[in-house]
């Protein structure tokens, strides 16, 4: 820069210099001019040359001096453009090295900064890594009081192991109890299940049973007595006509298997009326002496006859019942008219089936 500085001081010192120089040119000039304008010489200033050596020998001595004094003045102005060319070449050349110079300087301030911006990034980048060294020791902090932490639980774990393990086997020992209890329950549910369906049976069965009920109960008027019911007319008909309407009824008159069946239907007769005397389901009206069940058909096979009967008296060829005695038979006239006991099934055969 100092060199630089120098340089152009000195240019400037040849500029003044050479201002100088050129104002004295232009000085001798002036003169020579207004001398040649004294002598009414109009192209003296442009053309001195071409002064006439027609002129008179005087004027011609002067036109030489003026001519040589021009000339030397010419070379002169030469010489000193030509320097100032040359020392405007050096000042352009100082300048071209002057911005080289600055160039150069700007570069080495680019150069400044850069390692000035490397130096701060380097001075960022220590701070980034004593950031991360502080983040990795205050890490490690964490992880050593983790660690600790841990430590202290696994004794506390170490300490309760023994509890632990009892309260495990214990667990265990629930769980298997618990696992029993579910086989027990699961056996217990088949147990039920099948209970539900015998339930469910047993439900069908008892509703069938219901459905059964009124068939099998004797209901009023109709009296239970072993596998039928009986009925005790009020109506006296003849024994033609008490059957009939005991038929109407869904029954027939009575047939008796032995002794014990007339005595008890006899009782129950007592129990209801005052009547004595009741048409029953035999007859011998088919062959004299030869008593069959009307209903079965059959013969009847045991005798419970009052003394002196059936003596088929007038002709007597249906059996009647004396409930009064014990409800002993004695054979009477079929027209006559009296009342009658009438006998249906319980459907006994019905409720087996269901069964
Ligand atoms: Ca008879
Ligand atoms: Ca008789």
Same mark, same amino acid.
């Given at each position: 820069?100092?060199?630089?500085?120098?340089?152009?001081?000195?240019?400037?010192?040849?500029?003044?210099?050479?201002?100088?120089?050129?104002?004295?040119?232009?000085?001798?000039?002036?003169?020579?001019?207004?001398?040649?304008?004294?002598?009414?010489?109009?192209?003296?200033?442009?053309?001195?040359?071409?002064?006439?050596?027609?002129?008179?020998?005087?004027?011609?001595?002067?036109?030489?001096?003026?001519?040589?004094?021009?000339?030397?003045?010419?070379?002169?102005?030469?010489?000193?453009?030509?320097?100032?060319?040359?020392?405007?070449?050096?000042?352009?050349?100082?300048?071209?090295?002057?911005?080289?110079?600055?160039?150069?300087?700007?570069?080495?301030?680019?150069?400044?900064?850069?390692?000035?911006?490397?130096?701060?990034?380097?001075?960022?980048?220590?701070?980034?890594?004593?950031?991360? !060294?502080?983040?990795?020791?205050?890490?490690?902090?964490?992880?050593?009081?983790?660690?600790?932490?841990?430590?202290?639980?696994?004794?506390?774990?170490?300490?309760?192991?023994? $509890? !632990?393990?009892?309260?495990?086997?214990?667990?265990?020992?629930?769980?298997?109890?618990?696992?029993?209890?579910?086989?027990?329950?699961?056996?217990?549910?088949?147990?039920?299940?099948?209970?539900?369906?015998?339930?469910?049976?047993?439900?069908?069965?008892?509703?069938?049973?219901?459905?059964?009920?009124?068939?099998?109960?004797?209901?009023?008027?109709?009296?239970?007595?072993?596998?039928?019911?009986?009925?005790?007319?009020?109506?006296?008909?003849?024994?033609?006509?008490?059957?009939?309407?005991?038929?109407?009824?869904? $029954?027939?008159?009575?047939?008796?298997?032995?002794?014990?069946?007339?005595?008890?239907?006899?009782?129950?007769?007592?129990?209801?009326?005052?009547?004595?005397?009741?048409?029953? $389901?035999?007859?011998?009206?088919?062959?004299?002496?030869?008593?069959?069940?009307?209903?079965?058909?059959?013969?009847?096979?045991?005798?419970?006859?009052?003394? $002196?009967?059936?003596?088929?008296?007038?002709?007597?060829?249906?059996?009647?019942?004396?409930?009064?005695?014990?409800?002993?038979?004695?054979?009477?006239?079929?027209?006559?008219?009296?009342?009658?006991?009438?006998?249906?099934?319980?459907?006994?055969?019905?409720?087996?089936?269901?069964?």
């Amino acid at each position: 820069m100092e060199n630089v500085e120098v340089k152009i001081d000195a240019i400037n010192n040849d500029i003044a210099s050479f201002r100088l120089d050129m104002i004295d040119v232009y000085d001798n000039m002036e003169q020579m001019n207004m001398s040649m304008c004294s002598r009414k010489s109009p192209t003296s200033q442009t053309m001195p040359t071409e002064v006439t050596v027609k002129q008179s020998s005087q004027t011609q001595e002067v036109e030489k001096r003026l001519l040589s004094a021009w000339q030397r003045e010419k070379k002169y102005t030469r010489n000193q453009y030509q320097e100032l060319v040359n020392r405007i070449e050096i000042l352009e050349k100082g300048q071209k090295d002057l911005e080289t110079l600055s160039s150069g300087q700007s570069e080495s301030i680019e150069n400044v900064l850069g390692d000035l911006k490397f130096l701060k990034e380097t001075v960022v980048s220590n701070t980034v890594n004593r950031d991360e !060294f502080i983040n990795i020791k205050n890490q490690t902090i964490n992880v050593q009081k983790k660690i600790t932490t841990m430590a202290d639980a696994q004794q506390h774990l170490v300490h309760n192991v023994k $509890g !632990f393990g009892e309260k495990i086997q214990q667990a265990t020992q629930d769980i298997k109890n618990m696992v029993e209890k579910v086989n027990k329950i699961d056996e217990i549910e088949k147990k039920v299940q099948t209970i539900d369906t015998v339930m469910n049976k047993l439900k069908l069965t008892f509703i069938e049973i219901d459905k059964l009920s009124d068939e099998v109960s004797c209901l009023y008027p109709w009296n239970n007595y072993r596998e039928s019911c009986y009925y005790f007319s009020n109506l006296k008909l003849s024994w033609k006509n008490a059957m009939t309407d005991c038929q109407s009824k869904g $029954g027939s008159l009575v047939e008796y298997k032995n002794k014990a069946e007339v005595q008890d239907i006899a009782k129950m007769a007592l129990s209801i009326s005052s009547e004595n005397v009741y048409w029953v $389901g035999a007859t011998d009206i088919e062959k004299e002496g030869n008593w069959k069940w009307s209903k079965s058909g059959s013969t009847v096979n045991f005798r419970y006859w009052m003394d $002196g009967n059936p003596d088929n008296y007038y002709n007597e060829d249906c059996m009647t019942t004396q409930v009064e005695d014990k409800g002993i038979w004695n054979d009477a006239a079929c027209h006559s008219e009296k009342k009658y006991i009438c006998q249906k099934a319980k459907y006994v055969s019905e409720m087996k089936s269901h069964a």
